[in-house]
């Protein structure tokens, strides 16, 4: 069983940065694809970015160009780097992981076995 911890969310101003960690219980990060996604009340689940086992890593337009995704397999934690925040990007942010070797599309929430309990960005104007 795989568990995934959230942490670094926050109150920040619009125009700042916070770094989300999501750390897995276990080696899974150089054969798994994690992924950050993010829910707003009353809203669908919204794919943020990925990173696969082999260090590709994909974004949603809406965050292209202001949030990084990374890892680090030797802590178990991909990170996200979140820069040039808006008040839109107010949401809870959740890791998930799928694999191992996970060939499916990185972009839908149902392709994801693991899932984080979250943590909240929310983004003052």
């Known amino acids: 069983q795989v568990q995934l911890v959230e942490s670094g969310g926050g109150l920040v101003q619009a125009g700042g940065s916070l770094r989300l960690s999501c750390t897995a219980s276990?080696?899974?990060?150089?054969?798994?694809?994690i992924g950050w996604f993010r829910q707003a009340p009353g809203e669908e689940r919204e794919f943020v970015a990925a990173?696969?086992?082999?260090?590709?890593?994909v974004s949603a337009d809406s965050v292209k160009g202001r949030f990084t995704i990374s890892r680090d397999n030797a802590k178990n934690t991909v990170y996200l780097q979140m820069n040039s925040l808006k008040p839109e990007d107010t949401s809870v942010y959740y890791c998930?992981?799928?694999?191992?070797?996970?060939?499916?599309?990185?972009?839908?929430?149902?392709?994801?076995?693991?899932w984080g309990q979250g943590t909240q960005v929310t983004v003052s104007s």
């Open positions: 998930a992981a799928a694999g191992p070797y996970y060939s499916g599309s990185y972009y839908y929430a149902n392709g994801y076995d693991y």
């Open positions: 276990g080696s899974i990060t150089n054969a798994y694809v």
């Open positions: 990173i696969t086992y082999i260090g590709t890593a």
